[in-house]
T-cell receptor
Framework: AQSVSQHNHHVILSEAASLELGCNYS??????LFWYVQYPGQHLQLLLK??????LVKGIKGFEAEFIKSKFSFNLRKPSVQWSDTAEYFC????????????FGKGTLLTVNP | DAGITQSPRHKVTETGTPVTLRCHQT?????MYWYRQDPGHGLRLIHY???????DKGEVSDGYSVSRSKTEDFLLTLESATSSQTSVYFC???????????FGPGTRLTVT
């Protein structure tokens, strides 16, 4: 069974700092990769996705992620965070053939201090 | 928001009672999913459906059953609720021709 690891449980940054959240997955075949964000008290929202092509994908709100196949990684980045980015971030993987089921990481809580 | 609603949004129930959560979608999506979210565990798939009357188990299906008698509704039932089923439950749909899923607003269930 595939698994997803998010290395950081809780990240605390000051506004304007750069962000990188790690995500590694275990499946060795073709994968579809996602980052979701959950603002306090809200449901999950899709931040960005990778299916194929350019391994550097851009999402909403200035976020981007890079797919590195050799490292089984899909790290999320943002050059300058804002207080409003405070949220929990989830990496998810779908291996294509399994009824489109998603396997989620355990999440990284990002706190941005003003 | 992909036209997904969940009901109830909040529920408190006692151990041993049956509970049914409803997920309703308005856009005729074929695939629907039930997840539970717990601190430190992320989201875990309980059951999913790939069509009317077509359902299958996810990774944490014990103690849960589902039904889908029409495209727009996917019901999750806890036959006899336990305290370990206290959680936030999210329904999701997959849009045709894509791999991503879109989530409903969630149901916070507390089993006392």
């Amino acid at each position: 069974a595939q698994s997803v690891s998010q290395h950081n449980h809780h990240v605390i940054l000051s506004e304007a700092a750069s962000l990188e959240l790690g995500c590694n997955y275990s499946y060795g075949g073709t994968v579809n990769l996602f980052w979701y964000v959950q603002y306090p008290g809200q449901h999950l929202q899709l931040l960005l996705k990778y299916f194929s092509g350019d391994p550097l994908v851009k999402g909403i709100k200035g976020f981007e992620a890079e797919f590195i196949k050799s490292k089984f990684s899909f790290n999320l980045r943002k050059p300058s965070v804002q207080w409003s980015d405070t949220a929990e971030y989830f990496c998810a993987v779908n291996s294509g053939g399994s009824n489109y089921k998603l396997t989620f990481g355990k999440g990284t809580l990002l706190t941005v201090n003003p | 928001d992909a036209g997904i609603t969940q009901s109830p949004r909040h529920k408190v129930t006692e151990t041993g009672t049956p509970v049914t959560l409803r997920c309703h979608q308005t856009e005729n999506h074929r695939y629907m999913y039930w997840y539970r979210q717990d601190p430190g565990h992320g989201l875990r798939l309980i059951h999913y459906s790939y069509g009317v009357k077509d359902t299958d188990k996810g990774e944490v299906s014990d103690g849960y059953s589902v039904s889908r008698s029409k495209t727009e509704d996917f019901l999750l039932t806890l036959e006899s609720a336990t305290s370990s089923q206290t959680s936030v439950y999210f329904c999701a749909i997959r849009t045709s021709g894509s791999y991503e899923q879109y989530f409903g607003p969630g149901t916070r269930l507390t089993v006392t």
